[in-house]
C-alpha cells in the first residue's frame, strides 16, 4: 500500500472478477501501445488468461477506492536453468499514469520475486522511447542491458526496444543473522 499525493494504492492478486476492468485498462491506448497487447481486445481473452493462471505466473493488479488502475505480470520462467529468473510486464490506466500506481505495483512485485519466489534476475523489455517507463525501472535498480531492432510492430512503425535487468544476491542462508523484523 503507497500514499502519493493523498491517493491510496492498493496492490493485491488479479480475479477472475476484474475481468471487464481489465478488459478496459487495454482499451486504453498508451496501455496497449506501449506494450504488446492489441487495440480491440476481447472480453473473452482477458476471462481465459485469468481463468487458467499457471503456477508461475503471478498476476497483480493497483486498486484506488477499488477501482482497478493497472496491473502487472510476473512470469517465473520454467527451464531448469532459467528458473532464477522472472520476467515483468504491466500497465497502468493512461488516466492513472505518473500518479506513483506504477510504483506501487513494482514495489509489491519486487517483494514477491526478491523476498518469497527467491528470484535473482528479472528482465523485461521496454520500448527505447518509453522514457517514463524506463524511469520507473531505473529507479528500481534495472539497467539497460542492449538493444532489439524493429523488435515490434506499434502504431504503422517499428520500434526498437531496451532489453532491461535486475540482479540481486538472493535469499540469505539460514544462518544469516536478521531481525526478528525481517523474518
Ligand atoms: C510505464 C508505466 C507502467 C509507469 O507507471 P506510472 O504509474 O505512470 O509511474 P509512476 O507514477 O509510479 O512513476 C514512476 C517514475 O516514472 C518517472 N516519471 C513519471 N512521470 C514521468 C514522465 N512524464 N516522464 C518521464 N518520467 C516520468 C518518475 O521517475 C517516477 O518516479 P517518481 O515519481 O518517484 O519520481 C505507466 O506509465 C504505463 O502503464 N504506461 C503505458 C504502458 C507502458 O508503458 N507499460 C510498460 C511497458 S514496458
Do not use: C
Amino acid at each position: 500500500m503507497r500514499k502519493a499525493k493523498r491517493i491510496t494504492i492498493d496492490v493485491r492478486a488479479a480475479e477472475v472478477a476484474d475481468v471487464d476492468a481489465l478488459t478496459r485498462l487495454f482499451t486504453h491506448r498508451n496501455a496497449y501501445a506501449q506494450t504488446l497487447q492489441l487495440p480491440l481486445q476481447s472480453t473473452e481473452l482477458w476471462r481465459k488468461r485469468l481463468a487458467e493462471p499457471s503456477d508461475n505466473h503471478h498476476a497483480l493488479v493497483a486498486t484506488v477506492n477499488g477501482e482497478l488502475v493497472g496491473n502487472l505480470g510476473l512470469t517465473r520462467f520454467t527451464r531448469p536453468r532459467r528458473a532464477h529468473v522472472g520476467e515483468i510486464g504491466m500497465a497502468v490506466r493512461d488516466d492513472w499514469q505518473g500518479k506513483g500506481v506504477g510504483s506501487a505495483l513494482m514495489k509489491a512485485a519486487l517483494e514477491l520475486a526478491d523476498n518469497w519466489l527467491g528470484l535473482r534476475r528479472l528482465e523485461l523489455n521496454v520500448y527505447a522511447d518509453n522514457e517514463r517507463a524506463i524511469a520507473l525501472y531505473r529507479k528500481f535498480g534495472f539497467e539497460i542491458e542492449g538493444t532489439h531492432r524493429a523488435y515490434s510492430i506499434r502504431n504503422g512503425a517499428y520500434v526498437d526496444s531496451l532489453s532491461m535487468a535486475r540482479l540481486i544476491e538472493g535469499p540469505r542462508m539460514p544462518t544469516d543473522k536478521r531481525r526478528k523484523s525481517d523474518r
